[in-house]
Antibody
Framework: QVQLVQSGAEVKKPGSSVKVSCKAS????????ISWVRQAPGQGLEWMGR????????NYAQKVPGRVTFTADKSTSTAYMELSSLRSEDTAVYYC????????????????WGQGTMVTVSS | EIVMTQSPATLSVSPGERATLSCRAS??????LAWYQQKPGQALRLLIY???TRATGIPARFSGSGSGTEFTLTISSLQSEDFAVYYC?????????FGGGTKVEIK
């Protein structure tokens, strides 16, 4: 049973950075594609992009600011989302999610989700 | 970007009744549509993909239909654990996009 466990809630000042982790267990991390999705308070879901850990290739949604970076550490089966120059509008719950497909032809369907990490940006 | 529109925003249903949720795409996505369930404090759960294929472990009371631009999620007989927010998502084109959600509440 694959699980994704995310790091805890963060409160950050405007202009600072945050790095959210997403640790996978119960499966083969190298076979995954991990997407990041965010949800602002009271709003819907926004796909931010994904990373393929085995090759370290990241793709970002065009609407996502150039301030975001996805990385992955295969040795610890952990994916990371770092967002810099934080603004109040970055306040959201950030989710990682695993692609349904494993090992090459990605479906962009998410069968396992992390529990979410609340990031609050406030002075 | 493909815009996904869900209706209604809120659906009030009594336990045991049928719930029908709609999702419309701004252009054809063939059958590249998934449905998710979100409950407070819980991870999102994949229900349906390919517009009509139930994900592993999803009860048969959940069914999906549609193609092109119009899609439906039907919950045949609502159980207490089904009261939640439901989102549709298209994966036909990047960026992947979600609908605004339908909240299914107890009537």
């Amino acid at each position: 049973q694959v699980q994704l466990v995310q790091s805890g809630a963060e409160v950050k000042k405007p202009g600072s950075s945050v790095k959210v982790s997403c640790k996978a267990s119960g499966g083969t991390f190298s076979n995954y594609a991990i997407s990041w999705v965010r949800q602002a308070p009271g709003q819907g879901l926004e796909w931010m992009g994904r990373i393929i850990p085995i090759v370290g290739r990241a793709n970002y949604a065009q609407k996502v600011p150039g301030r975001v970076t996805f990385t992955a550490d295969k040795s610890t089966s952990t994916a990371y989302m770092e967002l810099s120059s934080l603004r109040s509008e970055d306040t959201a719950v950030y989710y990682c999610a695993k692609d349904l497909s494993e090992g090459g032809t990605w479906e962009d369907i998410f069968d396992v989700w992390g529990q979410g990490t609340m990031v609050t940006v406030s002075s | 970007e493909i815009v996904m529109t869900q209706s209604p925003a809120t659906l009030s249903v009594s336990p045991g009744e049928r719930a029908t949720l709609s999702c419309r795409a701004s252009q054809s996505i063939i059958s590249d549509l998934a449905w998710y369930q979100q409950k407070p404090g819980q991870a999102l759960r994949l229900l349906i993909y390919g517009a009509s294929t139930r994900a592993t472990g999803i009860p048969a009371r959940f069914s999906g239909s549609g193609s092109g631009t119009e899609f439906t999620l039907t919950i045949s007989s609502l159980q207490s654990e089904d009261f939640a927010v439901y989102y549709c998502q298209q994966y036909s084109n990047w960026p992947l996009t979600f609908g605004g959600g339908t909240k299914v509440e107890i009537k």
